[in-house]
T-cell receptor, first 113, second 118 residues
Framework: KAGVTQTPRYLIKTRGQQVTLSCSPISGHRSVSWYQQTPGQGLQFLFE???????NKGNFPGRFSGRQFSNSRSEMNVSTLELGDSALYLCASSLGQVVDTQYFGPGTRLTVL | AQKITQTQPGMFVQEKEAVTLDCTYDTSDQSYGLFWYKQPSSGEMIFLIYQGSYDEQNATEGRYSLNFQKARKSANLVISASQLGDSAMYFCAMREGTSGGSNYKLTFGKGTLLTVNP
């Protein structure tokens, strides 16, 4: 069974631009979560989607948004990029129950110049 | 207060030896889950092992075992017979409110960088 895939793997943007990251979960998984990883803040939860509905949201500004499609694929959007948004963005999928293990993708490394 | 504390920023171990990576947690929930993930330099987070708060036995997965001491709120990862490929960052994570709850996020510790020497 194929794992979680994320595209693109690397991205370079400039301040003020916006970016969209994509995540395809493991087949059969209906939950997708997004995390931001930086050297300073570590791994922080952004949001979680299940059946196209956001169930949980972390403490990030409204510039960070996401959505999930009917095939469980998810996108994350960051508008008006800031230098501090440079990070590894990790997507994780699970079956969707609160006790289920989350399996992560390889991440998208975003650099904001 | 930090919910997950990993006090060892870095650890060194000789190949074929066992190593213990420490993790303590803080929660007022009775029902929660503890996870360990490995992150090689490539960046992908690899799931290693899971322990539920009501599990009476310590979890084991191949060379990985979790030393769960509920009263002390610790969930240490033990890697037996270390291999060169075990060199990576290791993260302890917790999900709270797993009994009838609606919390789907994982809270991570800062991680421990393990280096296996030949």
């Amino acid at each position: 069974k194929a794992g979680v895939t994320q595209t693109p793997r690397y991205l370079i943007k400039t301040r003020g631009q916006q970016v969209t990251l994509s995540c395809s979960p493991i087949s059969g998984h209906r939950s997708v979560s997004w995390y931001q990883q930086t050297p300073g803040q570590g791994l922080q939860f952004l949001f979680e989607y299940f059946s196209e509905t956001q169930r949980n949201k972390g403490n990030f500004p409204g510039r960070f948004s996401g959505r999930q499609f009917s095939n469980s694929r998810s996108e994350m959007n960051v508008s008006t990029l800031e230098l501090g948004d440079s990070a590894l963005y990790l997507c994780a999928s699970s079956l969707g129950q609160v006790v289920d293990t989350q399996y992560f993708g390889p991440g998208t490394r975003l650099t904001v110049l | 207060a930090q919910k997950i504390t990993q006090t060892q920023p870095g650890m060194f171990v000789q190949e074929k030896e066992a190593v213990t990576l420490d993790c303590t947690y803080d929660t007022s929930d009775q029902s929660y889950g503890l996870f360990w993930y490995k992150q090689p330099s490539s960046g992908e987070m690899i799931f290693l092992i899971y322990q539920g708060s009501y599990d009476e036995q310590n979890a084991t997965e191949g060379r990985y075992s979790l030393n769960f001491q509920k009263a002390r709120k610790s969930a240490n990862l033990v890697i037996s017979a270390s291999q060169l490929g075990d060199s990576a960052m290791y993260f302890c994570a917790m999900r709270e409110g797993t009994s009838g709850g609606s919390n789907y996020k994982l809270t991570f510790g800062k991680g421990t960088l393990l280096t296996v020497n030949p």
